[in-house]
């Protein structure tokens, strides 16, 4: 019954903000390493930010400086910030443990950056 739901996509441009959702049930999500994955058209889904069960960040160098991930125990939910976005940004967004489990992926959330 372990299901992770991301929300908070959408159409945006260039310089703008979004932030993403993922609400988790099932589990509790402060007892594993989180990280949000993207999988931009015609490329490989890879991580680009994870948090640790203390609350460590670790981004990539794609998205340092511009994305902070953060989790919220009281509402098993963890998000992701994201400034400054950039068109190179547009993919679909899924919340996943780290290392991911296959059977959490869920349906993720479109977001797509317009210049």
């Known amino acids: 019954q372990v299901q992770l739901v991301e929300s908070g996509g959408g159409l945006m441009q260039t310089g703008g903000s979004l932030r993403l959702s993922c609400a988790a049930s099932g589990f509790a999500l402060s007892d594993y390493p989180m990280a949000w994955y993207r999988q931009a058209p015609g490329k490989q889904r890879v991580m680009v930010a994870a948090i640790s069960p203390s609350d460590e960040p670790f981004y990539v160098p794609s998205v340092t400086g511009r994305f902070a991930i953060s989790r919220d125990n009281a509402k098993n939910t963890v998000y992701l910030q994201m400034n400054s976005l950039k068109p190179d940004d547009t993919a679909v967004y899924y919340c996943?443990?780290?290392?991911?489990?296959?059977?959490?992926w869920g349906q993720g959330t479109q977001v797509t950056v317009s210049s």
């Open positions: 996943n443990t780290n290392p991911s489990r296959g059977r959490y």
